[in-house]
């Protein structure tokens, strides 16, 4: 980590947030967003006895800002925003990891790939990419510097409580963050239940 910035209050629909950014040696640059209430102080578990929620949230162009229907990362998005609004905690907004770590260019050809009948995963394997490229040691980082080395994820994806804990940070526990499905993200969803041991219903 090369530089941070100190947390400005950012209000919002869901409510008001301490945000901070960070950059990396290699120009790349994430955002920790901390819930706070109308006094400015963080809305924090710690204080009902339980550890920092956090969300990790990979960059998704095509969902955070155009609203895809091809995934459900914009409404998770969404949900985790109100969810650390309501109970406490962190969302981590992670650049860099778009199409789960393989870039823009790539997502879309993968998605090509998934019009021709491939499925999410073998899409990126297709390509010559790992199932998922993500690295956590930039969000693991972040976390520590926060002083977040004991937290609960916002998650269905058991492979990033894996990665922090083997980054030297503790997960205690997963809390759910499940969309309701449409038909266009049906299989999608599937895949990454059955292929990639997401826990949905």
Avoid at 11 to 38: I, N
Avoid at 65 to 73: A, E, I, M, V, Y
Avoid at 99 to 123: E, P, S
Wanted: net charge negative.
């Amino acid at each position: 980590m090369v530089a941070s910035s100190e947390p400005v209050l950012v209000p919002t629909p869901h409510g008001t947030f301490a945000v901070s950014a960070y950059e990396f040696a290699d120009g790349t640059e994430h955002m920790l967003a901390t819930a706070v209430g109308a006094d400015g102080r963080p809305l924090t578990p710690e204080q009902e006895g339980q550890d920092h929620l956090v969300r990790l949230h990979s960059e998704c162009a095509t969902g955070d800002l155009l609203g895809s229907h091809r995934c459900d990362c914009g409404p998770q998005l969404e949900k985790a925003l109100a969810t650390v609004q309501e109970l406490g905690g962190s969302v981590l907004y992670l650049r860099g990891h778009e199409g789960r770590g393989i870039g823009l260019v790539n997502k879309l050809r993968a998605y090509a790939l998934q019009d021709a009948g491939d499925d999410t995963l073998d899409a990126n394997l297709h390509l010559g990419f790992p199932a998922d490229a993500r690295d956590y040691t930039q969000a693991s980082a972040i976390l520590k510097a926060a002083g977040l080395t004991h937290v609960r994820l916002l998650t269905n994806n058991p492979a990033k409580a894996e990665a922090l804990i083997e980054l030297g940070v503790q997960v205690t526990g997963l809390v759910p963050d499940v969309i309701a499905p449409r038909p266009e993200n049906e299989r999608y969803l599937a895949t990454k239940r059955d292929r990639m041991r997401h826990i949905l219903n």
